[in-house]
C-alpha cells in the first residue's frame, strides 16, 4: 500500500469511529473504525519508513563522477555478473 490509501484508510476509520451513529445488528461500526484505522497507521508508517528504498527521495538525485560510469548519472547502473563453469574433471588439459 501506499501513502494515499493509507490516509483513505484512516479518513474512513476515523468517519465510521466518529461519524457515523447508527447501529448495524451484528456490526461494532465503531470496532471496524478503529480496525481501519489502525491498520492504516501501520501502513502509513511502513509507507515512510520503506520510501527511501523504492522509488522515494533521492531515486534521481545526481551522484559524483566516476570514470567509465554511465552516461548519465542519475540512472542506476545495472550490473551483470558472469560465472565461468569449471572444465569436466578427467577432461583433456586446457589449450595454452
Do not use: K
Amino acid at each position: 500500500m501506499g501513502l494515499g490509501v493509507s490516509l483513505i484508510l484512516i479518513a474512513a476509520g476515523a468517519i465510521l469511529t466518529w461519524g457515523v451513529t447508527a447501529e448495524a445488528s451484528g456490526l461494532d461500526v465503531n470496532a471496524i473504525g478503529v480496525i481501519l484505522m489502525v491498520v492504516g497507521l501501520i501502513s502509513f508508517v511502513l509507507s515512510l519508513v520503506l520510501w527511501q528504498s523504492w522509488w522515494g527521495p533521492g531515486y534521481f538525485s545526481r551522484g559524483g563522477y566516476v570514470e567509465g560510469g554511465p552516461a548519465r548519472p542519475w540512472t542506476r547502473r545495472r550490473t551483470t555478473y558472469v560465472e565461468d563453469e569449471p572444465p569436466p574433471p578427467g577432461g583433456p588439459p586446457p589449450p595454452p
